[in-house]
């Protein structure tokens, strides 16, 4: 050849995501956030929040699910100043991304407070966090249970893996959906969510899997042509 090669410089390993034609990875939405005079700032694929472009809004992800078990991580990253005030979950249809914890509705989430929030509620549930904890989500959605872990220690003696009993589950109502994972932030941090199996810190519960497409159920119409035809009238 003519020796013009292309040498790649400043990436390391979290830059380079498995994503082929047929396994997509979930990220962060740039079309689902709220309220809709606000939208955050995104970077490197969908993955990172900018400090301070999350301030009093919501950003939810490119994927749901109704059934499954899912985990993913999530990690604030820089910002000083102010309280922290995040909330971490899913939320599901019927959600309304607004401005002010205390408006969200169709959420189960977790607070830096170490509170957790329903429909814009919160009540007392463990420790708090801040910029450098590693948070993991856990959601059996054949349990209807989601569970919460700071820096892999799951919150309220939290059990994943536990099933129908779901020890120490956050909440225990996750029914119809389907779910998606958000954040919502009132602070100026910036934030980084994993949802790459590949770059997770710690090792999901047993058989919870990462939000990507080679793991989501096969769909009930695999073929599309077979169900919508063009007829054309003369």
Known sequence: GNDNDFTSSGFDTADQVTD????NKCTWSSISHGPTTTK?????????????SLGDCCVGATMSVSSGKWYWEY???????????????????????SSGAANLEGERGYYTT?????????????NSWAVGDRMGVAVDLDNDSIYFAKNNTFQ??????????????AFTDLTGGPWFP?????????????FNEDDF????????????????????????????QTTLYT
């Open 201 to 228: 810190e710690y090792t999901p519960p047993a058989n919870f899997k990462a939000l990507a497409t080679a793991n989501l159920p096969a769909p009930t119409i695999k073929d599309g042509t077979a169900n919508f």
């Open 182 to 194: 958000f954040v919502w932030g009132g602070g100026n941090r910036a934030s980084t969510v994993i």
């Open 156 to 169: 309220n003696s939290g059990d994943p893996t536990s099933g129908a009993s779901k020890t120490g589950a």
């Open 75 to 97: 990690e604030m990253t820089s910002g000083t100043g102010g309280t922290p005030a995040q909330i971490l979950g899913v939320m599901t249809d019927g959600y309304v991304m």
């Open 40 to 52: 955050p700032t995104l970077s490197n694929g969908g993955t990172q929040i900018g400090a301070g």
């Open 114 to 126: 170490g509170q957790k929030s329903s429909g814009g509620t919160l009540t007392s549930y463990d």
């Open 20 to 23: 082929t034609p047929t396994n």
